[in-house]
């Protein structure tokens, strides 16, 4: 073993938190310098009829940690706010680098994943959610970087152009 470098050992692994600790067990992690990585997304959830804007785990209840399986395996499933490292009955089961990176590379130092764009011009789309909630439209255009799309409804058999929330609308098939 000699002549290894100390960061040869360590493998990320997927950590699953408890219910809403997944910034906990990162802060937790990195105060006993181990390497936390917590993806995040930007978006907005419909409450009461508003837009709430929201910045929440890209993976709800779980996070990526780097560490020595052998020197650091206890620390980590012991970490307030854990729950345990994903892998199999013979132990934990170490994620590819790239997985991790690919996704840090989308991600800014905010650690906030940039979504590729998802709709293009004439797509069919769904309302999710408030007044026009489930009525289907085509997608025109993205308006602006703050999330506001044009999409054309057809109602009564013309095409109204209405601006809407991206995080209001889905694809449909």
């Known amino acids: 073993m000699s002549g290894m470098n100390e960061n040869e050992l360590k493998l990320w692994y997927v950590v699953q938190t408890k219910a809403g600790n997944e910034h906990r067990v990162q802060t937790h992690l990195l105060n006993q310098e181990i390497d936390a990585f917590l993806p995040l997304l930007d978006t907005f ?5 508003k837009m709430i804007h929201r910045i929440k785990p890209f993976f709800p209840n779980y996070l990526f940690a780097r560490f020595d399986l052998k020197r650091h395996y206890l620390k980590v499933k012991w970490t307030r706010g854990v729950s345990r490292v994903l892998g199999t009955g013979r132990g934990p089961i170490p994620i590819s680098e790239r997985v991790v990176q690919s996704i840090k590379e989308r ?3 905010d650690h906030i994943v940039k979504l590729e764009e998802q709709w293009k011009e004439g797509d069919a789309i769904q309302i999710t959610s408030g007044p026009l909630k489930d009525l289907v439209g085509v997608f025109h255009t993205k ?9 054309l409804l057809s109602l009564i058999g013309v095409d109204i152009p209405v601006q809407i ?3 209001q609308i889905k694809k449909v098939a």
């Open 143 to 151: 308006m602006s970087d703050s999330g506001r799309v044009k999409i």
């Open 165 to 167: 929330s991206q995080w």
């Open 107 to 109: 991600s800014g130092e």
């Open 45 to 49: 959830q419909c409450s009461n009829g």
